[in-house]
Nanobody
């Protein structure tokens, strides 16, 4: 069993930066791939980025490539999402998730956090 808690969301102006964190409980964090998804108001949840259990492989949605960076520290049981050059369209609730392997499909992830709100003003 893995429990995930996100933090670091907030209100930022366009062009600004935020760093999200997701802390996991449980002994097997290092064996899970971790993903970040987001959901804007009135829209379906969408894939943002994911990282392999050992950090050696990552995947990014085209919309965030070059602006967002995912990383993890298995010793701290934490995955990070550094978000730079934020745009109003990045606004939404950001969720971290744990799964067996990197995937862009939310159904491939077994555990989810409660989400953290990111709002980017223009």
């Amino acid at each position: 069993q893995v429990q995930l808690v996100e933090s670091g969301g907030g209100l930022v102006q366009a062009g600004g930066s935020l760093r999200l964190s997701c802390v996991a409980s449980g002994r097997t964090f290092s064996s899970y791939a971790m993903g970040w998804f987001r959901q804007a108001p009135g829209k379906e949840r969408e894939f943002v980025t994911a990282i392999r259990w050992n950090g050696r492989s990552t995947d990014y949605a085209d919309s965030v490539k070059g602006r967002f960076t995912i990383s993890r520290d298995n010793a701290k049981k934490t995955v990070y999402l550094q978000m730079n050059s934020l745009k109003p369209e990045d606004t939404g609730v950001y969720y971290c998730a744990a799964g067996v392997a990197i995937s862009r499909t939310e159904f491939e992830y077994d555990y989810w956090g409660q989400g953290t709100q990111v709002t980017v003003s223009s």
